[in-house]
């Protein structure tokens, strides 16, 4: 599975972004979607989670309310659109594919198999 995400880039505190990521070459309904982020010198972040499966979501804290992850099955399609973005929020953004998942792994960056290349997103106060 290839995966290719796009959308990033320089925004206000309070702003919006959209970040789509495509995926080819694989079942895309089957894989458990996710985005990541990663700053310099910190461990890569869980972000959201879609789940293949009746799409269930899963959220880091600090971002419900403010984020929504979707899928669009047809259009090998995981969006995420980050709303009243604040400074602390800048990162490159990973989206990720994994399978057969279990619940108490889809925070876990190790649970999936596919990532694609990043989006930096940077926020200024």
């Known amino acids: 599975v290839q995966l290719q995400a796009s959308g990033g880039g320089l925004v206000q505190a309070g702003g919006s972004l959209r970040l789509p990521c495509v995926a080819s070459?694989?079942?895309?309904?089957?894989?458990?979607m996710a985005w990541f982020r990663q700053v310099p010198g910190k461990e890569r972040e869980f972000v959201a989670a879609?789940?293949?499966?009746?799409?269930?979501?899963l959220y880091l804290d600090s971002v419900k309310g403010r984020f929504t992850i979707s899928r669009d099955n047809a259009k090998n399609t995981v969006l995420l659109q980050m709303n009243s973005l604040k400074p602390e929020d800048t990162a490159v953004y990973h989206c990720?594919?994994?399978?057969?998942?279990?619940?108490?792994?889809?925070?876990?960056?190790?649970?999936?198999?596919?990532w694609g290349q990043g989006t930096q997103v940077t926020v200024s106060s």
């Open positions: 879609i789940r293949a499966s009746g799409g269930s979501t």
């Open positions: 990720a594919a994994g399978l057969r998942l279990i619940l108490s792994s889809t925070r876990d960056p190790r649970a999936y198999a596919y």
């Open positions: 070459g694989g079942t895309f309904s089957t894989y458990t």
